[in-house]
C-alpha cells in the first residue's frame, strides 16, 4: 500500500501564510506529476497546482501568483507554500501524483484543513 500524510493545515487570517507537507510513503522522483487538490464544503475536489517531473509547474488560476508547488525527492515530500491567503482558500487540502498514462499514484490521504478566516 502506498500512501501519503499531509500536514501543515490550520487557521490563519486572511492575508497569512501557510506551507503544507505531503509525506509520501515511497519515491516520488520517477511520478510523471505530483499535485496538491483541494476540497472546499459542498464542492468537487479541484486541483490547485502540480509540478512535473521536469520540473515545471501548474497552477489554478485562482492561486496563481500566491502559492507555490515545491518537491524534495531526497525525502520523498512535497510542498505547498501559499501567501496572502484569502477566505475562498479554505478547504481540505490533499496531495497524490499521477503516472504518464494515467491513474493516481497513491492512496487518498486524510488531507489537511485550512481555514482562513478573521
Known amino acids: 500500500q502506498v500512501h501519503v500524510v499531509e500536514s501543515g493545515g490550520g487557521l490563519v487570517q486572511p492575508g497569512g501564510s501557510l506551507r503544507l507537507s505531503c509525506a509520501a510513503s515511497?519515491?516520488?522522483?520517477?511520478?510523471?506529476?505530483m499535485g496538491w487538490y483541494r476540497q472546499a464544503s459542498g464542492k468537487q475536489r479541484e486541483l490547485v497546482a502540480r509540478?512535473?517531473?521536469?520540473?515545471?509547474?501548474y497552477y489554478a488560476d485562482s492561486v496563481k501568483g500566491r502559492f507555490t508547488i515545491s518537491k524534495d525527492n531526497a525525502k520523498n515530500t512535497l510542498f505547498l507554500q501559499m501567501n496572502s491567503l484569502k477566505v475562498e482558500d479554505t478547504a481540505v487540502y490533499y496531495c497524490?501524483?499521477?503516472?504518464?498514462?494515467?491513474?493516481?499514484?497513491?492512496?487518498w490521504g486524510s488531507g489537511t484543513q485550512v481555514t482562513v478566516s478573521s
Open positions: 509540478i512535473f517531473r521536469s520540473g515545471n509547474t
Open positions: 515511497r519515491s516520488i522522483f520517477n511520478i510523471y506529476a
Open positions: 497524490n501524483g499521477n503516472h504518464l498514462l494515467g491513474g493516481l499514484a497513491f492512496d
